[in-house]
């Protein structure tokens, strides 16, 4: 009721537009076999209306048009380039999106749209490989200067040389007793310089988990390890969990996210004592930095005992990854470096 009385509140006009696009919706959807000057007319519609209605017509639309199967390309690109609360229900399950349609999204609107793409039920394998070697590392937009740092030249005093030395060195002994108190005092979720999955590998190791699909969840995990396949499979190979569980932490991957992936792996780590489960006191034992010095470990014994096909050198009897120098001893290998 408190909407209704809020929808009275807006312009006459908007509300116009609200109804008039609702009702374009409407038959559109009514039409089970739209013919090709139906589908243009609505594609010539829509645009205007959408633009013009107020956000709460436009989530409504874009709801009931994520069921259809007759929307037109164009109508279901324009709704997919939409911000990510609006376009979100259509990216998970409209049926109207092409592969190719899919991957543009993903490419060019951020993680957002991409982790929204990660949610659709049926993804081509076209589609997983675009998702597990996309990147989101944008650079960060150069701080604006302040209006009111802009003085005139003319209106401000020059200092002298020895004012400007002085100066100068304050600065740069705050700076560096500032650099060593962040480097004693450097926060839990600091992960600068650190490897770190993605949002978008981060949503595709949850859904592969949550279908159970090691084949596909070993590709995106040695995406995120920038390792080959191999050193994925042998992680997973270790039943305890303990081995996956380092490489999370080690990634940075959200510890609810963590603990879902790793239960459905390895059931046995979801039995519970005392209210927790075998899996959240195994995660609690693990220290970030330790895991994240053990990765590096395995994953520097990777490109040592891996061919350029990204085949084991030591075959199906090579260690597993907790143990680097085994990998590395017993093969003869040439010294590298």
Known sequence: MTDQFRDLER???IRRKDVVLSATVTSFDSLPHPSRSELRQFAELFGPLFTASSDGARRQAVAALSQSKTV????AFFIASQPIPIAAPFLAASPCLSDETLITIARTQGA??????VL???LSPKVIDALVSLRHDRPAAPPKESPQAEVPEAAAPQPSAAETERLWREEELRQ??????HHVHRA???RLGLRTLTPVQEALLVRFARN???GMFATALADGLTASRWLAERILLDISGQQLATTLKALGMDEEDALFVLERFYPHLSNRTNGISRGQFLWNALD???CGRRVEAWRRADSYTVNDDGGAVGGADAAEPQSPRILRSGRGLRRVG
């Open 112 to 117: 957002a749209h991409a982790k929204a793409i």
């Open 212 to 214: 159970r699909e090691g």
């Open 176 to 181: 560096r007793i500032k650099a060593l108190a």
């Open 288 to 290: 970030a930095g330790d």
């Open 11 to 13: 312009p006459l006009a």
């Open 120 to 122: 659709r039920e049926n």
């Open 72 to 75: 037109p390309p164009a109508v």
């Open 188 to 190: 839990q979720d600091d």
